[in-house]
């Protein structure tokens, strides 16, 4: 059975990611930062639990150490953790970053030893086209007038990460992606986007690749994004 973590995944496209990769039989370790939240969401579902604030040094490594106890390795990772805030100041652009960028660095390198016991290690960054310096200077793409100044300097920075860590890992897939914009709690304002199951699928596709996959890519639904 393969065993997978997902971050971030008591609600919106992390917790539909965990209903889809159920689905397929994956054995899913939801990880929510918080504790009743993402009980109730594992319990719903029917996966595992464990309490994971990506900003947290030490509840990443025991939530790691959870996983490992329990299963002796991890197969797939998503990082699917993330903030949206429009403010644009000092406090709010630690708090963007810190989540969306150095929370995945935290969880991979927690999570590296367990990735190296898999057959076939796999993990996933849920990006966004939002930190792709060829949508936000392209006129005719959505990005290029949206005020998440800092949503999308922090997805570059998560992107990027995410390439250089399949260089330095070649015997990892890492890829990017763009799930299409949902309507979940954090862009329900901008009134845009479809259900939250929907960019989920895409998720699950990068999740499920096989060993021959591809490595060190941005993607969405129609395939490889420029950067």
Known sequence: MTVTLITGANKGIGFETARLLLARGHDVWLGARDAERGRAAAAELGARFVQLDVT???SVRAALATVDDAAGRLDVLVHNAGVLDTALDGPT???SF?????GVVRVTEAALPLLRRSESPNVVTVSSSAGSFWAVTNPERPEYGLPIALYAASKAAATMLTVQYAKA???IRFNALEPGTAATDMTASFG???TPAESAAVVV???TLGADGPTGTLQDENGTLPF
Do not use: E, S, Y
């Open 56 to 58: 947290d040094d030490a």
């Open 205 to 207: 596709r990068l999740a």
């Open 93 to 95: 652009a630690l708090r």
């Open 169 to 171: 890992h070649p015997d």
């Open 98 to 102: 810190d989540t969306n960028a150095v």
């Open 192 to 194: 845009i986007g479809r």
